[in-house]
Nanobody
Framework: QVQLVESGGGLVQPGGSLRLACRAS????????MNWYRQAPGKERELVAT????????YYADSVKGRFTISRDNAKKTVYLQMNSLRPEDTAVYYC??????WGQGTQVTVSS
């Protein structure tokens, strides 16, 4: 069955960095575009970044452009989200999503001093 398992979240100070990973299984990973979403307390879930496949084109929300980088390793069936210059407003649960359907369980990112 399709599984998406996120890792890499945690507590970081403002200005710090984290790298999230989402390990996929149960489908041909290289054939699907992948998203990272986030949901902060009391807010709607929002799209953070997308990476297509094939092609590897990327899309970023304006709020993270220039600070976050999405990438993928098809051999490892993993999509990454490198997050730099983190701000308190980046605090949220981050979710991996296979475009159109399956979701991971989420990983908490907290940016606080």
């Amino acid at each position: 069955q399709v599984q998406l398992v996120e890792s890499g979240g945690g507590l970081v100070q403002p200005g710090g960095s984290l790298r999230l990973a989402c390990r996929a299984s149960g489908f041909t990973f290289s054939g699907y575009s992948m998203n990272w979403y986030r949901q902060a307390p009391g807010k709607e879930r929002e799209l953070v970044a997308t990476i297509t496949s094939p092609g590897g084109s990327t899309y970023y929300a304006d709020s993270v452009k220039g600070r976050f980088t999405i990438s993928r390793d098809n051999a490892k069936k993993t999509v990454y989200l490198q997050m730099n210059s983190l701000r308190p407003e980046d605090t949220a649960v981050y979710y991996c999503n296979r475009v159109g359907d399956y979701w991971g369980q989420g990983t908490q990112v907290t940016v606080s001093s």
